[in-house]
């Protein structure tokens, strides 16, 4: 067991206890119980094996409720990406869950992915089509309710979304120009958003500008996506999963493509969990933990953007839990 904790300091360079966010499990398959009267801690896995090997060796951690039609949300990045997240661990991933495919949808702002026949030359571009890619918005969208929203009753998502049964949100997790990071929660929120409506929803004061103005930004933009993501929480209920790739982590999202800034922070591992708050929590906690250097302008990035309000904001709606306990599967 002292082997476990000692690779988990190791990595981080500071024990996550004194971070007062999660404290390492004992055992990895039988994670400490609750003391009587304290609300549970939530169970994020950590691997530091970046492979197909590692991640769906993950994924089988937390894959129990995934069940009939699946759908896989990556992020297809703009042509040629570096930092994308690598093609044989999606592969390997999609290939073991069955009845399972790709799904994205189009973007807000003009660029190779604007358009479902841009979209779908830029994912062969990128190598995402040895499965079926379902751009969810292709032929529209519907709207969602949100669970008490307190800026929106309802999203406009891709209309295919109500197809599936179950979703894995599998992120890249790195910085945002507006949302500071993105996580499980951005992938999910922006990234079923449809093009037209939903993300213009997030992003516009309001829905009669006729350009992209980009109007609404810092806490009140974390509030917006973190409300759209609750729409899909709510619909998918205890059928989806969020599996985090802290890799590549660059400050600039892989809408960035080949302009996006140079990661300076090391590749930390794969987190998963059942609870979305929790893995983006140990996420940022992670980046956080690492020397200076390395962490100085993500830490920037996301705090400029008051990005840290997707965190606390999840929490203020309940959709997951803080505290949570790390099991090192490796």
């Known amino acids: ?15 996550i206890l004194a ?74 991933l999609q290939a073991h869950v069955p009845n399972s495919n790709l799904v994205e949808t189009n973007t807000y702002y003009k660029g190779a992915r604007h358009n479902t026949k841009d979209h779908l030359e830029t994912i062969k571009t990128n190598g995402w089509d040895f499965c079926e890619v379902d751009i969810m918005d292709a032929d529209g969208a519907v709207m969602l309710p949100i669970n008490g929203g307190k800026h929106f009753k309802e999203m406009s998502v891709g209309k295919n979304l109500l197809n599936y ?69 709510d619909f998918f209920g205890d059928n989806i999963v969020y599996i985090n790739v802290l890799r590549n982590m660059s400050v600039d999202c892989d809408c960035a493509g080949v302009g996006a800034a140079e990661p300076k922070t090391r590749n930390i591992g794969i987190l998963a969990s059942t609870d979305i708050l929790a893995v983006d929590q140990a996420s940022v906690d992670m980046v956080y933990a690492l020397p200076d250097e390395e962490s100085h302008d993500l830490k920037e990035r996301i705090e400029s953007r008051e990005g840290l309000r997707q965190l606390s904001y999840m929490k203020e709606l309940g959709m997951g839990n803080n505290e949570y306990e790390l099991v090192n599967i490796d």
């Open 1 to 15: 067991m002292n082997k476990i904790k000692k690779t988990v300091f190791l990595v981080f360079g500071v024990c």
């Open 19 to 92: 971070l007062g966010c999660a404290s390492a499990a004992n055992k990895a398959d039988n994670p400490a119980e609750p003391l009587p009267g304290k609300q549970a801690k939530a169970i994020v896995y950590f691997t530091e094996d970046i492979t197909p090997e590692g991640l769906v060796k993950i994924y089988d951690k937390v894959g129990a409720n995934i069940k009939g039609k699946t759908a896989i949300k990556i992020h297809t990045g703009e042509p040629n990406g570096p930092n994308i997240i690598p093609r044989d661990m999606v592969k390997a």
């Open 165 to 233: 049964d179950s979703m894995i949100a599998l992120t890249h997790f790195k910085g945002h120009a507006m949302g500071g990071f993105g996580g499980s929660l951005k992938n999910i929120s922006i990234g079923c958003a449809d093009g037209k409506i939903g993300k213009k929803m997030m992003h516009e004061k309001s829905m009669q500008s006729k350009d992209e103005s980009w109007s609404v930004s810092g806490a009140a933009f974390q509030e917006n996506m973190v409300e759209g993501g609750k729409a899909v929480t």
